[in-house]
């Protein structure tokens, strides 16, 4: 049975909640939140490196990088069956990175180049000159901290579908119960 003939009331909420829960998504990657910055002094132990100092701030920032999860969030489906579809990167995104495992190098070089990031001086806090070499030890001491700290996650999906399914759950409620009340009627006839 095709849940969009059989339920058409129930349909277009649902399809109203879809539209509305992509939205507020996108609002919430858009917004500028609470995040943290550690900056760590390191230490090499043999073949490693170990942390001498971190120092962990709050600043405010969105969790937009280039555009493209935002962008590329749609409705797929019909009826009552409606999902959201969206990169597989938007998993990183949600769960974060644990400690332990790092950014492979490639995907590293084209974040920095995406979000316009170039070499600093550590002590003075100028920027060096943009050679490939200053760029890869920039890669590589984030890479580090990114390995030895993790990534914090950002459960965008979860807590606005959360929000929006509560917004919408009276007005569904009440479309499903009359598309209900409608399909006995025109069994019964």
Known sequence: MDSAKAFPLGSKVTLDMANYWVEQMKLNLQAKRKRISIRATWKKVGNGWQVKKAEK????????????LVNSMQIEGTGLDLFVSMPPYAENLIN??????GIPPKVMQEWTKQRKIRPRDMASGQFIKNTLSNQNAMRFMMNRKIKHFGIEGFDFVGYTRDYVAEKYRPE???????????????RKK
């Open 57 to 68: 701030k709050t600043f405010r920032a969105n969790y937009v990088s280039s555009g493209e």
């Open 96 to 101: 974060g990175r644990k400690p332990g495992k």
């Open 172 to 186: 569904l409620t009440k479309a499903l119960k009359q598309d209900i009340i409608n399909l006995e009627k025109k």
